[in-house]
């Protein structure tokens, strides 16, 4: 495991971006698993900003959505589909062969998550995943508590996390089960990257770097890759003992 403190959110973002884009330039048919969520929102900007001006090549990486809230549309603004679809994959102009997302409106919601998992087997494992941390130290939907040698599952979420997740939403919305890629997808991946920013997550990011690796905080997991980075901006730093912030 490496942490690096970043002096801003820009700069984590730029570090992440950077690393994205050098295994493209790398390995053209590299296997990357993206989250959603707000924090690695720049990052994707900083990606596809940086393939256009170095003319990087994504036509034949293949692209593996983390995680879904289940029952929400892919037109819905809060899903996580029309997140990636909007900061990724429409921007790198990537083709729907080899784009692989859960289908959370999907009735064999048991099939999607085998759908998943033998998309990623297919594709050799991921090459890279770039995660966010949630408020309670989930990783995708990788609630507290989940084992971590589980591949693809459906899972039911935390109060606290749908109550997090309403702020993705423009109105109120049930968001009571998620569809997610496991944890032993990050630790099999040969890079995991996991970006935190903002002060509100620094307790969080101190539990999961310096407390108990446990599934009680599932992004504790990155400390049992070889290769995990976290990348932490200063705030979300701040609550480290080792953070000189
Ligand atoms: C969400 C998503 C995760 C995301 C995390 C943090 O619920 N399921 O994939 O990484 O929580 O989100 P944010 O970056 O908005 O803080």
């Not at 707000?38 to 001006?53: F, G, M, N, W």
């Not at 909007?86 to 062969?97: D, Q, S, V, W």
Request: proline share 5%; with cysteine; aromatic share 6%.
């Amino acid at each position: 495991m490496k942490l690096h403190i970043a002096d801003s959110y820009e700069r984590a973002s730029g570090l992440a971006a950077a690393e994205v884009c050098r295994l493209v330039q790398a390995q053209p048919e590299a296997v990357l698993c993206f989250a959603a969520g707000d924090t690695p929102r720049l990052a994707y900007s900083l990606i596809v900003q940086k393939a256009r001006e170095e003319q990087i090549d994504f036509s034949r990486i293949t692209f593996i959505g983390l995680d879904e809230w289940v029952g929400i549309p892919p037109e819905n603004e809060g899903s996580c589909h029309y997140f990636l679809q909007e900061n990724l994959i429409r921007p790198l102009g990537l083709m729907p062969a080899q784009v692989h997302l859960f289908d959370a409106l999907s009735r064999d919601l048991s099939a999607e998550t085998e759908r998943l998992n033998q998309a990623v087997a297919h594709a050799g494992g991921l090459d890279l995943i770039l995660v966010g941390i949630g408020m309670n130290g989930h990783i995708g939907f990788n609630e507290p508590g989940i084992p971590f040698d589980s591949y693809a599952h459906v899972v039911e979420l935390e109060a606290f996390t749908q109550e997090v997740g309403q702020k993705y939403f423009r109105t109120q919305t049930v968001l009571n089960q998620g569809i997610t890629l496991g944890l032993r997808h990050l630790t099999e991946a040969k890079q995991a990257i996991l970006i935190a920013n903002g002060l509100k997550k620094a307790e969080i990011v101190r539990q999961a770097i310096e407390g108990p690796v446990s599934p009680d905080v599932p992004a504790s997991v990155m400390r049992l890759h070889p290769g995990g980075l976290f990348l932490i901006e200063r705030e979300a730093a701040s609550a480290l003992h080792s953070s000189p912030a």
